[in-house]
């Protein structure tokens, strides 16, 4: 598939919804943009005080999420796993409430996850600078 999704890696979906609200991020977010990335965590820390009903899992092998997490006082509300298998991610993916795109390159403006996101049906948190392309874009 060059761009989009397959249709049929959706079928045997779950939608197991927590009694939380859940909000997933698969992919990287210190790699191409640290600022950026903490700043994306810094927002979450507000928003943990706000909401206390928070459950937060960011998917990817980073060193500086557990930083983030630690610096930040987050380790009540956001738990960092390592990569799973795509149909494992696509479960995720499904029981979340809030699905965001972080924008953490200009040169690359949407990541191509925003397909699956897209076919979910969930409400999608775009994060992004403001760059001339990702203004455009979106």
Not at 32 to 55: C, H, M, T, V
Not at 94 to 123: E, H, M, Q
Request: hydrophobic share 40%.
């Amino acid at each position: 598939i060059e761009n989009g999704f397959d249709p049929e890696d959706f079928i045997h979906i779950r939608k197991d919804h927590s009694p939380k609200k859940r909000i997933l991020y698969p992919g990287k977010l210190f790699e191409y943009n640290g600022l950026i990335a903490l700043r994306f965590f810094e927002a979450l820390s507000l928003l943990q005080q706000k909401r206390k009903d928070l459950e937060i899992l960011i998917l990817n092998n980073e060193p500086q999420v557990k930083q983030a997490i630690s610096k930040l006082g987050l380790q009540n509300t956001v738990t960092q796993r390592p990569y799973v298998p795509y149909h494992e991610t696509l479960n995720l993916m499904g029981s979340a409430n809030l699905l965001p795109i972080v924008i953490l390159d200009p040169l690359f403006c949407l990541p191509t996850k925003i397909f699956d996101y897209i076919n979910f049906r969930i409400p999608i948190l775009v994060c992004h600078p403001k760059w001339p392309c990702a203004e455009g874009t979106l």
